[in-house]
């Protein structure tokens, strides 16, 4: 696999195209590197200093990051914008993006992944975007208490950066629309739902949710977007035969 293998194989699995009219960033290849095989690719959520320097440090040839580092506007390469190109150049290390398309991807993106592991049934299209529904929602057969819903969202036991318990005990519906989507908790209420699963929260729908009696979990922005990387590092893996790693930066956020 060399560098236009690889991204054509991404523009023939995520809508890149088809979502460029609502999503500002700059999907696909973002910084080139030389020609050659690309024998190793490294996953991250950010495409940050620290991971482009344990992807390059770990030998691999590609990252692909969910944050890239151009968002649809022209960006001046000083600062740390310089370093980070300079050190993609100098290591010879491609970076490409993905944002919306892997967050909508029906299999792979982070809110099917967040889905699955919530146990959604009846999914249907969720959280709409300029018109693009980006998450899913159903059903919980059983039903799952809070408590429970929030171990599935986050397996590894750690806590969601806030939790407005406004809503039934036993929850039967949900919602989930990772990262920074908290204003989409007014879908969930015009839904009905028992519960919305997103990363970050906002003080604007405190007194919605109370209000209407949703319960609204916010995992973290990191935590809920881990998920469409690494599945994508598994595909490609299996796809092409090259190794992959995921590149573990967490924010905390």
């Known amino acids: 696999m060399d560098l236009r293998d690889f991204d054509a194989w991404l523009r023939s699995l995520l809508e890149i195209e088809a979502l460029s009219r609502v999503d500002d960033s700059l999907n696909g290849i973002q910084v080139g590197r030389s020609e050659g095989p690309i024998d190793c690719v490294a996953f991250a959520v950010d495409a940050s200093m620290e991971t482009m320097r344990r992807a390059a440090e770990a030998g ?113 519906t949900a919602a989930v629309v990772s990262g920074g989507a908290a204003m989409e908790a007014f879908q969930a209420v015009e839904a009905g739902l028992d519960l919305y699963v997103t990363g970050e929260n906002s003080h604007s729908i405190y007194h919605g949710a109370l ?12 935590a809920t977007e881990v998920w469409g990387v690494k599945s994508l590092a598994e595909r490609l893996a299996a796809d092409f035969g090259v190794r992959t790693f995921f590149v573990d930066v967490p924010t905390g956020l």
């Open 60 to 172: 691999a040839r590609a990252l692909m990051v969910h944050h890239g580092l151009f968002w649809g506007s022209a960006a001046r390469i000083t600062g740390s914008m310089r370093e980070r190109v300079k050190f993609l150049l100098d290591h010879d290390l491609a970076l490409a993006a993905c944002h919306l398309p892997l967050d909508k991807h029906p299999e792979l993106g982070n809110n099917a992944v967040l889905a699955r592991m919530l146990g959604l049934a009846d999914r249907k299209p969720f959280g709409l975007y300029h018109g693009v529904a980006l998450g899913f929602s159903g059903t919980l057969e059983p039903a799952l208490s809070l408590d429970e819903a929030i171990g599935r969202i986050l397996p590894d036991g750690s806590r969601p950066l806030s939790v407005l318990p406004f809503g039934p005990k036993t929850i039967r």
């Open 211 to 222: 209000e209407a009696g949703l319960n609204v979990v916010a995992a973290g922005h990191y």
